[in-house]
């Protein structure tokens, strides 16, 4: 899961790394208000979970409260690479005098984290590192090592930053371990022409594996910028990844689902999206799992595709049957049962008898007729 920049701020200032004075706020009105209590002029910046919003005109100086509504409003009306405006944040301006690249990620390859940074920060970071890859200096760090104050002051030495960096990218280590990050990204890293060091940008990605026990992420999960079927997916548990194609396609197991996306699309339609039930036969996952498939408006058929294991088809068969009581089936479905107890499974869906839902017994058969389905739909 990917932070807000505000979310992200708060982790590094929570760590003791110095950020700007600065509020979020959803109204122009109110962006007078804060403009006003942070001293007049501010930087008003877009709330959106992507990269480039300076280049794109997302963060924009404002002279004073006057001019903070009016950049706000026109802000706020933005859509960025995809991504709606719906807050803004007022910041406080700093007068730069350097602006540094910083960042730790995961690199898996390696098992190791790897540190990033470059002396030449800023908007134009990617130009830097295509152009001149000399000026952004990598440097691994062992994970059971961290990043201890010697291990900032060669990343620091590497990448050319001055000695009072060393404090923050410590401090910034801590926000990865501490906060379960998989990147933490400060880009501008700012030199104050006070010669303080301020994070006047932030990127946090979180490790959703970690999500039990990190208990304020709830807060996180109220997100507006995230897929909102996804997002209702999320909320009842389910593993599901919206697509771009008009195939629904419900499996049980990640691999299953994988093939079955696969096969969807050698039959020519392409798969609306994955959604892996696991384990869970019951009629309550089925009924969920439905019923969001069906609430996206491009899908045009679904398939469910079941390898009876440990979860018996007649489970599966039966969960599908009272899935059909509470969610109202308005597109057809194809249904493939295999495996343990396939053919009572079978049977309590031919006994259900639905006008919309018929049964295949391979998973290439399934996938031919909903694509056929979803293509003359
Ligand atoms: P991004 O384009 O999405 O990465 O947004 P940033 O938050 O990094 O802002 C883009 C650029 O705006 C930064 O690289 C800075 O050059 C500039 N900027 C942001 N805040 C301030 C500020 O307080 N003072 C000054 N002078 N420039 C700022
Ligand atoms: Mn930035």
Redesign the pocket.
């Known amino acids: 899961m990917d932070l807000y ?1 505000h979310q992200a701020r708060e982790l590094f200032e929570e760590h003791g790394i110095l950020v ?1 004075r600065a509020e979020v706020t959803d109204s122009p009105k109110k962006a007078r208000e804060i403009a006003r209590g942070l001293g007049g002029r501010t ?1 008003v ?1 877009a709330q959106v979970k992507a ?5 794109a005109g ?2 924009r ?1 404002a002279a004073d409260p006057a001019a903070a509504e009016l950049t706000a409003r026109q802000i706020l009306g933005m859509d960025i690479e995809g991504h709606p405006v719906r807050t803004v944040m007022l ?1 406080q ?4 005098q350097a ?1 540094f690249y910083v960042s730790y990620v995961l690199d898996r390859a390696a098992g190791r984290f790897l540190a990033i940074a470059s002396a030449e920060g ?2 134009e970071i990617e130009e830097v590192a295509a152009s001149r890859p000399e000026a952004v200096a990598r440097v691994h760090v062992d994970p059971a090592e961290g990043v201890t104050s010697a291990k900032a002051a060669e990343i620091a030495e590497a990448a050319g930053l001055p000695p009072q960096t060393v404090d923050v990218l410590v401090r910034l280590w801590e926000v990865l371990v501490r906060e379960d990050a998989l990147l933490v990204e400060v ?2 890293l700012v030199r104050t022409t006070q010669g303080r060091i301020v994070a ?2 932030g990127k946090v990605t979180l490790d959703d594996n970690a999500c039990l026990r990190q208990s304020r992420w709830g807060a996180y999960g109220e997100a507006g910028d995230d897929d909102p079927l996804e997002a209702a997916a999320a909320a009842k548990g389910l593993n599901y990844v919206r697509l771009d194609g008009e195939v629904g396609v419900i499996g049980n197991g990640a691999g299953l689902v994988m093939s079955t996306l696969d096969v969807v699309a050698g039959r020519g339609a392409r798969p609306a999206n994955f959604l892996d039930i696991g384990g869970g036969a019951s009629a309550r996952i089925m009924a969920d799992g439905l019923s969001v498939v069906l609430s996206d408006p491009a899908v045009k058929s679904v398939l469910v595709n079941v390898f009876g294991g440990i979860t018996a088809c007649d489970a599966v068969a039966d969960g599908i049957v009272q899935a059909l009581d509470t969610v109202r089936l308005t597109k057809p479905l194809v249904v493939r049962l295999d495996g343990n107890n396939a053919a009572r499974g079978r049977a309590l869906l031919d006994a259900r008898a639905h006008p919309l839902v018929q049964q295949a017994t391979t998973m290439d058969g399934a996938a031919r007729r909903a694509a056929q389905l979803a293509t003359t739909a």
Do not use: H, T
Request: hydrophobic letters at 35%; zero cysteines.
């Open positions: 920049e700007p930087v910046k990269g480039g919003r300076g280049k997302g963060v100086l910041a301006p700093v007068d730069i602006e800023g908007m880009n501008p006047l940008d």
